[in-house]
């Protein structure tokens, strides 16, 4: 017998019309998409017409139009994500053009001391530790990678959370961490990490709290928690990837507490400049939007966010969460059942979400790749020392393109 909640998971998939959404993406017909939706976002039919839209206005008048509506449409993209993220106060997102960039001008803007630490793990992308890297060989300060759990197939949400907590020392000033592992699809229990990070900074100085950042673009666009829910200090993401957003967008959210441990690398082209400009006092308060790194950007991709986050409120957010969810679980269950087939990503939905990482016997990351391509399905090999083969599925994907991507993986046996 069904659950209730089960009950509402099936009326709330019901309610939408997933062909309808798969309608809205320019895919090829030729391959099985599984692998775009970490990767590099196709946009969907509003998003793309936004742009269009945005760049004959541009063309047209390139300096009138910007004057006048470079303010006001970026403010609507701003309020936009945060609106959908549930943040209280759109001044305090960043808006960037990827998380990289986020990753980037957040450390970069920290203000360090000689001597504090910067505490991450084995498990963050290529940005997030290239970025800490660079931040404390600047300032003198050092870094170090933490494992997250012994063994994947056995972790858990408290042995995270302890692994973390443990190793935060007296010189640790910055917690980084992952949301969604790209390398192995594994979701990090953030709200419980901030939860405790948050006690331990009962027995801290002021000024040398524990701050918490997190790379969060693997769950922005498929999981459900507000930034409030997630309780940390600064949220960085893509909105190029599982937001289906215009490529090269991103953002950073903070808390207003949280940005006023940083300055800008980048200055920003907003309000601010006119302030500078004049000579006037500088606002005493460091915000999102000061944050926004300046010059001229894609500005129609910028503006065409907001319609990127409509075109998400339209589906729901947790009619969105329960798609993609339940696609990857069907993946992820024929998978398993597979005797020559590793499966990495938990099958469990509070430890993943998108990302399912997989390995075959007998054939390498690369091969297995190729092999998927052979039979016109898309599969990525993730960044990794360690690389598995990722299959992504998303909203435009279906449940026979999943069945047939099992068969394909079956036929490698
Ligand atoms: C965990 C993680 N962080 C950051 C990035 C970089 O993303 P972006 O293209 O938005 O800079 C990736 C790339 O896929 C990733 O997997």
């Not at 302030?275 to 460091?286: C, F, S, T």
Request: aromatic share 8%.
């Amino acid at each position: 017998m069904q659950t209730n909640s089960t009950n509402d998971t099936y009326t709330r998939q019901a309610k939408v019309d997933w062909d309808n959404i798969r309608a809205q993406f320019n895919l090829s017909k030729e391959y099985i998409h599984l692998a775009s939706s970490q990767f590099l976002a196709s946009m969907p039919t509003p998003v793309r017409e936004a742009i269009h839209r945005y760049q004959q206005a541009l063309d047209k008048d390139p300096e009138l139009y910007t004057e006048e509506n470079e303010d006001p449409l970026m403010q609507n993209t701003r309020k936009a994500v945060a609106r959908y993220f549930g943040h209280p106060e759109p001044d305090d997102l960043a808006m960037t053009d990827s998380t990289t960039m986020g990753l980037g001008i957040t450390y970069s803007g920290l203000g360090l001391e000689k001597g504090q630490e910067i505490l991450t793990t084995e498990h963050d992308h290529y940005s997030h530790h290239e970025s800490i890297r660079g931040v404390t060989y600047r300032y003198g300060a050092s870094f170090r990678r933490v494992p997250m759990y012994e063994n994947l197939a056995e972790v858990t949400q408290e042995e995270m959370v302890h692994s973390i907590v443990n190793a935060i020392g007296e010189q640790t000033r910055v917690v980084g961490i992952t949301w969604v592992h790209s390398s192995t699809g594994l979701k990090t229990p953030v709200t419980q990490i901030a939860q405790a990070i948050a006690k331990l900074n009962q027995s801290r100085d002021k000024d040398n709290k524990v701050l918490l950042l997190v790379d969060g673009v693997h769950g922005f666009g498929i999981e459900r928690e507000t930034f409030q829910e997630l309780g940390c200090d600064f949220f960085v993401s893509g909105c190029h990837k599982w937001a289906y957003g215009p490529r090269g967008t991103g953002f950073v959210a903070a808390t207003s507490e949280a940005w006023q441990h940083v300055t800008p690398v980048i200055p920003s082209f907003t309000d601010v400049m006119d302030i500078v400009i004049a000579e006037k006092e500088r606002p005493n308060k460091m915000n999102g939007k000061q944050m926004t790194p300046g010059g001229f950007h894609s500005l129609e991709y910028r503006w065409a966010l907001n319609d990127a986050i409509q075109f998400l409120e339209s589906i729901g957010k947790e009619e969105i969460y329960e798609r993609v969810h339940y696609l990857n679980r069907l993946c992820k269950e024929g998978l398993a059942s597979m005797p020559h087939v590793t499966l990495h990503t938990p099958l469990d939905d509070e430890l993943s979400a998108g990302i399912i990482s997989f390995e075959v016997d007998g054939l390498s990351t690369e091969d297995v790749v190729k092999r998927m391509l052979e039979q016109k399905i898309t599969c990525t090999a993730a960044p990794y020392l360690t690389s598995y083969a990722r299959f992504t599925p998303g909203i435009y994907n279906t449940e026979e393109e999943i069945e047939k991507a099992l068969a394909a993986v079956n036929s490698l046996k």
